[in-house]
């Protein structure tokens, strides 16, 4: 593994259709991340997988948003509807268990652009 | 919940020089994790520089060094001989120790560097 990997690294749809975003984290992390990253600002939580399980999830992901990782290996976000308002950069990012207090391997983002 | 502060949108430092960027945060906890990331243009975020909250010293790494102030809950990245390749979003993190040990991150800074 050579690192996290996501793809697309863009993604430019139009407003009302779904689009789907994979992250393959690196294979020995078992805790995954998404972030959203709007322009000029930090990334911002949205959701925690450990293993398969979703554990968290932010306010921020709305109903139009979803998260898999199915069999505990890569996982992927959906956006059905898209609004304008989803244009932002998604981050995954991956980590081992705890027992690592380092911080996240993180992926190079899908940019996502809402037209 | 946790928030992170970076109060400087923008430093600008000449080559070789020193800057500090500056970082607040808010937590009720007595435990917990720190980290400075830097995002280069259309990059990848990096892991520059991490502290333990129970740790009294301050971390170093190579050119960067932390002034961490518990009391104060302040948290400085301090980029010594600075280079080309260090302009890039530098962006201040806390990190809880249970949980889902989520990101929390400021808005960022975004750091030139004057050849």
């Known amino acids: 593994d050579t690192g996290v990997s996501q793809d697309p690294r863009h993604k430019i749809t139009k407003r009302g259709q779904n689009v789907t975003f994979r992250c393959d984290p690196i294979?020995?992390?078992?805790?995954l991340y998404w972030y959203r990253q709007t322009l000029g600002q930090g990334p911002e939580f949205l959701t925690y997988?450990?293993?398969?399980?979703?554990?968290?999830k932010s306010r921020l992901l709305s109903d139009r948003f979803s998260a898999e990782r199915p069999k505990g290996s890569f996982s992927t976000l959906e956006i059905q509807r898209t609004e304008q308002g989803d244009s932002a950069m998604y981050l995954c990012?991956?980590?081992?268990?705890?027992?690592?207090?380092?911080?996240?391997?993180f992926g190079s983002g899908t940019r996502l652009t809402v037209v | 919940a946790q928030t992170v502060t970076q109060s400087q949108p923008e430093m600008s430092v000449q080559e070789a020089e020193t800057v500090t960027l500056s970082c607040t945060y808010d937590?009720?906890?007595?435990?917990?994790?720190l980290f400075w990331y830097k995002q280069p243009p259309s990059r990848q975020m990096i892991l520059v520089i991490r502290q333990e909250a129970y740790k009294q010293q301050n971390a170093t790494e190579n050119r960067f060094s932390v002034n961490f102030q518990k009391a104060a809950k302040s948290f400085s990245l301090k980029i010594s001989d600075s280079q080309l390749g260090d302009a890039a979003m530098y962006f201040c993190?806390?990190?809880?120790?249970?949980?889902?040990?989520?990101?929390?991150f400021g808005q960022g800074t975004r750091l030139t560097i004057n050849p």
């Open positions: 937590t009720s906890e007595s435990d917990y994790y």
């Open positions: 990012a991956s980590r081992s268990n705890p027992g690592q207090n380092y911080g996240y391997t």
């Open positions: 997988f450990q293993n398969e399980a979703q554990l968290e």
């Open positions: 294979s020995e992390h078992n805790r």
């Open positions: 993190a806390y990190r809880s120790v249970e949980g889902a040990q989520k990101l929390v």
